[in-house]
């Protein structure tokens, strides 16, 4: 019997919407990267190690550097918990996020981040600047696909 090789490759899909004093004003839907320590992450996971491997943040931050695998935090980040989690199709995982009115006001926000429960940096996104001011809010998700 023969097999095949599939080639599975680890991406992601990052959604935003921007909401200004309730009507939204931009929408932006772009992937994103993972990092490398992500391998490591999962191999552990996987194998019973995997304390504090599964994704309950998301981050945002200042720096509006694009992103590199060898990434490992964010800058100046504010750092929240996800709001909830859903299986959208087989071998996908989705977590949704928002950043209130009330959140993060002042920064300008450049880059997001899934981080782990241990901290570690998961995926990271960069696009334009974001002026976080208390009539704007975020909402969004994070789909990674097996």
């Known amino acids: 019997m023969k097999f095949e090789e599939k080639d599975v490759k680890l991406r992601g899909i990052f959604e935003l ?20 320590k992500v391998a490591d992450a999962l191999a552990k996971f996987i194998g019973g190690d995997g304390a504090g491997k599964t994704i309950t943040k998301i981050g945002f931050g200042t720096n509006g550097s694009g ?3 060898d990434d490992t935090s964010l800058t100046n ?16 995982v989705r977590f949704n996020f928002n950043l209130a009115i009330t959140e993060a006001n002042g920064k300008t926000i450049r880059e997001f981040g899934l981080i782990c429960s ?18 704007i ?10």
């Open 77 to 92: 980040a504010y750092v929240k918990s996800i709001s909830s989690r859903s299986y959208p199709q087989v071998g996908q």
């Open 137 to 146: 809010a975020l909402e969004g998700s994070w789909t990674i696909i097996f």
């Open 118 to 135: 241990d901290d570690t940096l998961f995926a990271r996104k960069t696009r334009g600047a974001i002026e976080k001011s208390s009539d």
């Open 17 to 36: 919407r921007i909401i200004k004093n309730g009507t939204v004003i931009e929408q932006y839907k772009d992937e994103n990267m993972i990092m490398n």
């Open 67 to 69: 992103p590199t695998p």
